[in-house]
């Protein structure tokens, strides 16, 4: 079903923010807050280097099956996993799927890093570095899902070119997709949401799913939610669910 124009969510800081898009950009703020504790830090020395993935050599590309200790017959990707809880929630519903984390915010690895030890999570990878490296690394057709749930808003006019989403970013997404998988976003922020569906409009390879004029305000049906999520609901902030399927493009 085609969304009339009356019926999407908000697209504040639409068309008029394209020139702000750059290709350099730093997606994340602060790579590490508090201190950690001992025992997080001890995670980060002895589990991270065996879970990290390693990039190929320029020219080459992962094969993402193949980064798991277990057989997977799908691999999905989240970007910027926060603290963790929605990856860790996912693999543990979902052993025959292997999970790519990237997150370069300390704290949230080392808090992935419990929930994989906890879990006995076999089917988990972390990427602690930019994401957009990463994706560089996948080839084409490979992913079944990516995810980027709450994103880093960077509010302010002068920041937005810092955001993830942009032209550039899902045509990768898309790129690394297969046929049929879906990239699957979500945000507190109304100004996001609106920047998201501008920039996916006029991305040919994917096309948004939602089947009802309301459907972007529903979660999806396997969805676990996140704290973030709840901090965002307790203060009075709606989120915004968005789905796009890969479809060939024309």
């Not at 704290?107 to 994706?135: F, H, I, P």
Request: a neutral charge; hydrophobic letters at 45%.
């Amino acid at each position: 079903m085609t969304m009339g124009r009356d019926e999407l969510p908000p697209i504040a800081g639409g068309d008029d923010a394209v020139g702000e898009e750059a290709a350099d950009r730093a997606f994340f703020g602060r790579r590490k807050g508090k201190r950690l504790r001992a025992a997080q830090e001890q995670r980060i020395a002895e589990e991270l280097p065996r879970l990290r993935v390693a990039l190929p050599a320029a020219g080459t590309h992962l094969d993402p099956p193949d980064l798991f200790s277990v057989p997977v017959d799908e691999v999905w990707l989240e970007i910027g996993f926060g603290g963790g809880e929605h990856l860790a929630a996912q693999a543990q519903a979902n052993p025959r799927v292997g999970i790519v984390g990237a997150e370069p915010f300390v704290n949230g690895v080392a808090k992935l890093l419990r929930a994989v030890d906890d879990g006995g999570l076999r089917n988990v990878r972390v990427w602690d570095e930019d994401a957009t490296a990463l994706l560089a690394a996948i080839p084409d057709a490979s992913l079944s899902r990516v995810y980027l749930l709450y994103p880093d808003p960077w509010p302010k006019r002068r920041q937005r070119k810092r955001r993830f989403v942009s032209d550039e970013s899902l045509s990768e997404i898309a790129r690394v997709l297969k046929p049929g998988g879906v990239f699957r976003f979500a945000s507190d922020i109304d100004d996001y949401a609106g920047w998201t569906l501008v920039r996916a409009a006029r991305c040919p390879g994917l096309a948004w799913t939602a089947a009802s004029a309301d459907a972007w305000r529903r979660p999806w049906a396997d969805w676990p939610g996140t704290r973030y999520e709840a901090k965002a609901l307790a203060v009075g902030r709606l989120p915004t669910y968005l789905e796009f399927r890969r479809v060939a493009a024309d």
